[in-house]
């Protein structure tokens, strides 16, 4: 069936370091996968997405990577700052004549730590 | 410019009843979807809302039903309420030219 996972449900990073949110999906008909940032009470923010036909798009101090291959996505924060605490997930948008839906995997906590 | 509203921001409701949540797109969008989350997970597609007719749907019973207005605006509403019914209930918008959902605040709902 579909579905997007993340491997680390914790990651906890000094801040300053950078940090690394892994992905993996399993439909690989995808349209585009996208990156959110949900703090504490709050609905998910967009970071960034990219399209299935790209590898690589950069943000501000945020990367995505995409290896198709190995149907692996994934986040990098560049110079953590304590304002990433949040939870990240990644989502796989299918994209149809009839509408578009976002599938969520369960979510990485990021805890930085002074 | 105004992003995606809810209301309320929390409501508190017995099984059995029925409740109705409210959201506006963000301005410029016309196409409203409705997610539900549960504590600790991703959330989960419940319908899309598109020139005022549902044009996709996840797998939810018919309790869950929506509607959308001329403005955009869109409800949805649970009938029935379950104990499992209980999550943050979050609203996005889109524009149909494009693909980028942006979401709303949500509305927790507890089911007691």
């Known amino acids: 069936g579909e579905s997007v996972g993340l491997h680390l449900p914790t990651l906890s990073v000094q801040e300053g370091d950078n940090s690394i949110i892994n992905c993996a999906y399993s439909?690989?008909?995808?349209?585009?996968f996208i990156w959110y940032k949900q703090e504490s009470g709050k609905g998910p923010q967009f970071i960034i997405d990219?399209?299935?036909?790209?590898d690589k798009r950069q943000g501000q101090r945020v990367t995505v990577l995409l290896n198709k291959t190995v149907k692996h996505l994934s986040l990098q924060i560049a110079a953590t700052q304590p304002g990433d605490s949040a939870v990240y997930f990644c989502?796989?948008?299918?994209?149809?004549?009839?509408?578009?839906?976002?599938?969520f995997g369960g979510g990485t906590r990021v805890l930085v730590k002074p | 410019d105004a992003g995606v509203t809810q209301s309320p921001t929390h409501l508190i409701k017995t099984r059995g009843q029925q409740v109705t949540l409210r959201c506006s797109p963000k301005?410029?969008?016309?196409?409203v979807s409705w997610y539900q989350q549960a504590l600790g997970q991703g959330p989960q597609f419940i319908f899309q809302?598109?020139?005022?007719?549902?044009?996709q749907r996840g797998n939810f019973p018919d309790r869950f039903s929506g509607h959308q207005f001329p403005n955009y605006s869109s409800e949805l509403n649970v009938n029935a309420l379950l104990l499992g019914d209980s999550a943050l209930y979050l609203c996005?918008?889109?524009?149909?030219?494009?693909?980028?959902?942006?979401f709303g605040p949500g509305t927790r709902l507890t089911v007691l």
């Open positions: 996005a918008s889109s524009s149909a030219g494009t693909d980028t959902q942006y």
């Open positions: 439909n690989s008909a995808s349209d585009y």
């Open positions: 990219i399209r299935s036909n790209m």
């Open positions: 989502a796989e948008n299918k994209v149809k004549a009839a509408g578009n839906k976002l599938t």
């Open positions: 301005s410029g969008h016309d196409t």
């Open positions: 809302y598109y020139e005022e007719e549902e044009r």
